[in-house]
């Protein structure tokens, strides 16, 4: 667990700390509180800015049309707003987006589109199709992120109400969709099918769209694009922050504690305090390192060799970027590689494997530790 080593690695990388190992080549500035980077399998990036618009970057330019105007359909902004994107596993045959969001009255929604039919760089409004909609009555805590996994299922994060300490009981209760990862099969069903093998299908007591639980708030996941190993950030309260690793072919149905434990450490309150049962955190770090983790990607890019296998991921109140290995038993041991200029939103994979950094100062820039081979785009 990082907590046990981030006393030592503190020591060690000290030095490390101020030189840093990557370099923030930007591509575009002036963007309006990111999200979410999207990728359809080209040269495009998809920008989600929380604000209501999901920007295209086309390889060249921001484009001045956005991909998706949801400003009327929006609750905005704090922790809500436009969320996340996901592209149909057979996108460029089929033309299928997937975009969540917090609407009007505060539900976290996932709804489809349809890329129009006479322009590739827009979707059509006209072919909203709401997938899901679950009632969050507070305003944090909303996740939101979406992914589609290697089993061509669509991922769906869900915060855990934003209650203090989670006192509704929500991240541990089964009947409830607050503080869970939900899995669902977006090709079948009216709008979507419960696939057989989720661990709670066919069980009439609880919700057999739940693939994993006992989250706070996850923020951030991605799969990873070699192995399809499961990484998923999960933003803490008082003390810690923990990413969590599901390996590929899980069965599924893993309970990663929230409340009952904050990482791998008791959290209080009214829940038992005992490990038990529950699944811990492959890395960790307490707020005395930051204030909320960004999940990121394992990087499987060809540009930066340094960094193949290393799962990069950030903090939000600080902007440093981390990269943990494992070591020789397994463990993984993180260390600083970089800082952003400001805090980071979050992170973006494009179609190479190559990945990218949202700030809190609207830059978007790529992640290279050699000579930068992008155009600079400023706007």
Request: charge should be negative; include cysteine.
């Amino acid at each position: 667990m990082r907590r046990v080593v981030v006393v030592v690695l503190a020591l060690l990388f000290a030095a490390a700390a101020v030189a840093d190992e990557i370099t923030l080549q930007q591509v575009v500035g002036g963007l309006d509180h990111v999200t979410s980077i999207g990728s359809a399998g080209d040269e495009r990036l998809f920008i989600v800015e929380q604000t209501g618009l999901v920007r295209l970057f086309d390889g060249q330019q921001l484009l001045d049309a956005p991909f998706a105007d949801l400003r009327d359909a929006i609750s905005c902004c704090g922790e809500r707003g436009l969320l996340s994107i996901a592209f149909h596993p057979d996108y460029r045959d089929n033309g299928l987006v997937f975009i969540a969001y917090t609407d009007v009255i505060g539900r976290v929604t996932v709804m489809r589109y349809h890329v129009a039919a006479d322009d590739p760089n827009r979707v059509d409004p006209d072919s909203a199709t709401p997938i899901l909609q679950i009632l969050h009555i507070n305003a944090g805590h909303n996740s939101g992120e979406i992914a589609f996994g290697p089993d061509g299922y669509l991922y769906v994060g869900i915060g855990d109400g934003d209650s203090t300490g989670d006192s509704d009981h929500n991240a541990q209760d089964l009947a409830r969709y607050l503080g869970k990862i939900l899995r669902i099969d977006v090709d079948h069903g009216d709008p979507y099918a419960i696939p057989e093998s989720n661990p709670f299908a066919g069980r009439d007591d609880v919700f057999g769209e739940i693939w994993a639980y006992g989250f706070r708030n996850p923020w951030r996941f991605s799969f990873d694009r070699d192995n399809g190993d499961f990484w998923i950030a999960d933003v803490g309260e008082n003390s810690t922050e923990e990413i969590d690793l599901q390996l590929a072919g899980s069965p599924g149905g893993q309970n990663y504690g929230w409340p009952r434990m904050e990482g791998s450490f008791c959290y209080g309150g009214e829940f038992e305090c005992t490990p038990a049962g529950l699944t811990p955190p492959v890395i960790e770090y307490g707020h005395d390192e930051g204030c909320a983790v960004i999940g990121g990607y394992r990087y499987r890019g060809a540009m930066n060799s340094a960094l193949r296998g290393s799962y990069l991921y950030a903090d939000y109140c600080t902007g440093t970027i981390s990269a943990a290995a494992p070591d020789e038993n397994g463990q993984w041991i993180s260390r600083t590689i970089g800082k952003a200029d400001d805090r980071v939103r979050t992170f973006g994979q494009d179609a190479d494997g190559e990945l990218y950094v949202a700030a809190e100062d609207g830059t978007l820039s790529m992640i290279v530790v050699s000579v930068p081979r992008i155009r600079a785009v400023r706007r």
